[in-house]
């Protein structure tokens, strides 16, 4: 996001100006990150000699689920179980099903239609030596299932401002802030609130005669529950407050010299609720709740990339036009987690699920919590060449060094390379009509990445064990095995293409062939 790593989740979309994906060896520049490709995310900014301008958008929508499998009713369900036992030989579990009608439909009760709401509001513009744009936007949108016990709310407010201290020296910033709260419940998988939902015979009811949640018979097997009983039972609460941005100088000098230095950082934290209350599903269910608990984590996580480079641009003889460019990258990456949980809470409610107030055993409650540290140190250098800006070339060096390796493997190299070709810019195309762009390009390059778990290269403590010490003891044993000779992941990236552009820009055409291969593949 303008140039640093960051998160699409905390951007309001009114943000966006641009979004562009590389994919191949063009993203070699952006170093490990760029390992199997880059989304580069442009954000709005301020205009020069700009009045002052106000933009309000405000939008009102309702969501609903396109499609629902179709199923069996109540009496076709009844007269195929029938017709099942009746092959079997034993009796009829619906002896009249004359009475049964269309029974429950599950996903009809399960779905609903949700409200979503979004305000954005901005304020842009500029001077002769100065642009602006500050902006604030709020999202509320609700779930399909479940409504609030699925909701989504996100505040954005973002300031970018740029200035020209000098005709050689300029600054640009900007900041983003974000709050995020949700709720969510199990909605995937096994157990899921929809498998639940497909696996519920419209035959049950949705309440029993007592007016609470009808409970699933155990012949439906032992992980199937009533899944508005647990929409109904399921509490939970996330919060995350992010703060971001970047900032960057850009100094001329000896006329054909820029100098750049620019910081982009973030940092955040979030809070995680989960209170899990006495509940009963029916017979044997593996998700029936003795005990009430709950859960309580939190996160602390920061990041900063400081970039220092020099680029040289010059044009010879009006025809050659080269530029070249060294520099170096410093990332860090740290933060901690703290979690605990207790049992037995208060009233067997989410009011006063808090670890402090539960009231089980003191040696019920369990804790948990770690720290990171990890680092990259790169340097870089390119050199880009075009003819008339229609022949393009250039080609690229990187050293990276990252602690996610031992001393022996810390550092490696990858080199890139690219070639163009705009056709369209020739003499003997000037009678062509119907292209208006036609670019032929070709780029090979060896990428690396380190996205794998930190200190994979040494022993630690982090598996589980129990130990006969006058009694069960709960500790620690050896994890994943180290692996001392772990190192940089190399992806060989190669890709052949052309874009083309016709009927005054109305239609683009893009074709690749890519051809990616990857050794020394991390596994996380």
């Known amino acids: 996001i303008d140039g640093y790593e960051g998160d699409l989740n905390t951007l309001n979309p009114s943000d966006i100006e641009t979004i562009t994906v590389l994919k191949d060896a063009q993203a070699a520049i952006y170093g490990t990150i760029g390992a199997n490709g880059v989304i580069l995310v442009t954000t709005k900014k301020g ?21 629902k499998l179709p199923l069996l009713n109540a009496t076709e369900y009844a007269i195929l179980l029938n017709e099942s036992y009746a092959a079997d030989g034993r009796a009829l579990p619906f002896p009249d099903v004359s009475g049964l009608g269309i029974g429950t439909n599950w996903q009809d009760e399960l779905f609903s239609t949700a409200p979503m709401n979004s305000n954005d509001i901005s304020i842009w ?26 909701e989504f709310d996100r505040s954005t ?45 419209s035959t049950i009811p949705i309440y029993g005669p ?58 955040g934290n979030d809070k995680f609720k989960s209170f899990t209350k006495v509940v009963d599903y029916g017979p044997s269910k593996v998700f029936n709740v003795p005990r009430s608990s709950v859960y309580q984590s939190r996160n602390t996580y920061n990041n900063y990339t400081f970039d220092a480079f020099l680029t040289y641009e010059n044009t010879f003889n009006e025809t050659h036009h080269v530029t070249a460019t060294l520099g170096t990258t410093v990332f860090k990456d740290w933060g901690n987690h703290l ?29 948990g919590s770690w720290v990171w540290d990890q680092r990259r140190l790169s340097y870089f250098t390119r050199i880009q060449y075009d003819y008339r800006g ?50 032929f390009r070709m780029s090979y390059g060896i990428l690396g990445s380190d996205k794998i778990g930190d200190f994979r290269y040494i022993s630690q403590l982090n598996g589980e064990a129990m130990y006969v010490l006058g009694g069960l003891v709960s500790g620690r044993a050896i994890g994943v095995l180290a ?20 009927l005054d820009d109305k239609v683009d055409i893009t074709a690749d062939y890519f051809r990616k291969t990857t050794k020394d593949l991390l596994i996380p």
Do not use: C
Request: hydrophobic content about 35%; aromatic content about 12%.
């Open 390 to 439: 229609k022949y393009l070339a250039s080609a690229m060096l990187r050293r990276d060094a990252s602690t996610k390796f031992g001393p022996a493997n810390a550092v490696a190299y990858f080199p890139s390379a690219t070639l163009g070709w705009i056709l369209s810019d020739e003499d003997f195309m000037d009678n062509v009509d119907y292209f208006d762009m036609l670019k």
């Open 125 to 150: 513009g500029g001077t002769e030596n100065m642009d602006y744009r500050v902006s604030v936007s709020d999202l509320s949108q609700q779930g399909i299932i479940g409504n609030d016990k699925s």
């Open 339 to 367: 979690d605990g949980s207790g049992l037995n809470v208060p009233n067997n409610s989410w009011e006063y699920a808090d670890i402090l107030l539960a009231n089980g055993l003191s040696d019920s409650k369990t804790t």
């Open 483 to 502: 692996d001392p000779n772990i190192k940089w992941e190399q992806s060989e990236q190669f890709d052949v293409g052309f874009d083309m552009k016709l």
């Open 210 to 267: 007592d007016g609470d949640f009808f409970r699933a018979p155990g012949n439906l097997g032992i992980e199937v529950v009533n899944p508005l009983q647990q929409i109904a039972n399921t509490f939970n609460d996330y919060n995350q407050s992010w703060l971001g941005g970047n900032a960057g100088l850009e100094a001329k000098f000896a006329k054909h010299f820029t100098g750049t230095a620019r910081i982009g950082f973030n940092s």
């Open 157 to 201: 407010a973002r300031i970018s401002l740029g200035t020209n201290f000098a005709d050689w020296l300029n600054f640009k910033t900007s900041i983003n802030y974000t709050y995020i709260e949700r709720t969510s419940f199990n909605d995937f998988g096994l157990a899921s609130v929809l498998f639940n939902a497909l696996n519920m015979p």
């Open 47 to 67: 205009k020069k000699n700009t009045p002052t301008h106000l933009s309000f958008n405000s939008s009102y929508g309702i969501q609903e689920t396109t499609r």
